[in-house]
């Protein structure tokens, strides 16, 4: 079981940026992705961006293209989501995600990740 721990976020004016990190461990070396999912106050979860471990490819959900930037070090198993331009409704709980294979889910469905990080708060205030 791969285990995710979160570090970054908190409360950041609008425009500005926050990074956040997810470093995993245990059974990483059968990672297939990882990804960013958020929960908006009063909302489901929703799919942020992933990223395919083997060549770093990435994909972002509409609402964040061209504002965030993932990227992963292989070497430390470390995930990392760069957000900038940030807007208030960006404001939600931020979970990062691991997935060991392709599997039968689409990569946006949080069907597809076995194991997920504790959740860390991002706060957009005007």
């Known amino acids: 079981q791969v285990q995710l721990v979160q570090s970054g976020g908190g409360g950041v004016q609008v425009g500005g940026s926050l990074r956040l990190s997810c470093a995993a461990s245990?059974?990483?070396?059968?990672?297939?992705?990882m990804a960013w999912f958020r929960q908006p106050p009063g909302k489901e979860r929703e799919f942020v961006a992933a990223i395919w471990w083997s060549d770093g490819a990435t994909y972002y959900a509409g609402s964040v293209k061209g504002r965030f930037t993932l990227s992963r070090d292989s070497a430390k198993n470390t995930m990392y989501l760069q957000m900038g331009s940030l807007k208030p409704e960006d404001t939600a709980v931020y979970y990062c995600?691991?997935?060991?294979?392709?599997?039968?889910?689409?990569?946006?469905?949080?069907?597809?990740?076995?194991?997920w990080g504790q959740g860390t708060q991002v706060t957009v205030s005007s």
């Open positions: 995600a691991q997935r060991g294979s392709s599997g039968l889910y689409h990569f946006m469905s949080e069907s597809s990740y076995a194991s």
């Open positions: 245990g059974g990483t070396s059968s990672t297939y992705g």
